[in-house]
């Protein structure tokens, strides 16, 4: 087997990008796009009825009791429906 051993500047230049020590390997905060995370309105309904029996279904510590979370998640989908 070939062992082969490189910078990373050799390694990005062989990849055609740009060196790792230039100021334009940084893409800058605003050239992202931020994608809006889309949510449907049985979503919404679904976590604010999440929200409320969730502390039914847990310890006193904050633990999730013995198949709570299942639970939980079945009774908010069921409160959720139309």
Same mark, same amino acid.
């Given at each position: @087997?070939?062992?082969? %051993? @490189?910078? @990373? *500047?050799?390694?990005?230049?062989? #990849?055609?990008?740009? =060196?790792? *020590? +230039? =100021? &334009? +390997? &940084? =893409? +800058? /905060?605003?050239?992202? =796009? ?5 949510? +449907? /309105?049985?979503?919404?309904? !679904?976590? /604010?009825?999440?929200?409320?029996? &969730? *502390? $039914? !279904?847990? #310890?006193?510590?904050? $633990?999730?009791?013995? $198949?709570?979370?299942? %639970?939980?998640?079945?009774? /908010?989908? %069921? @409160?959720?429906?139309?």
């Amino acid at each position: @087997m070939v062992d082969v %051993r @490189m910078t @990373m *500047d050799e390694y990005l230049t062989l #990849l055609g990008g740009i =060196p790792m *020590d +230039s =100021p &334009e +390997s &940084e =893409p +800058s /905060a605003g050239s992202i =796009p931020v994608k809006k995370k889309r949510s +449907s /309105a049985y979503s919404r309904r !679904y976590k /604010a009825n999440f929200k409320k029996i &969730e *502390d $039914n !279904y847990k #310890l006193k510590n904050g $633990n999730w009791k013995k $198949n709570g979370f299942k %639970r939980a998640v079945t009774e /908010a989908h %069921r @409160m959720s429906k139309k």
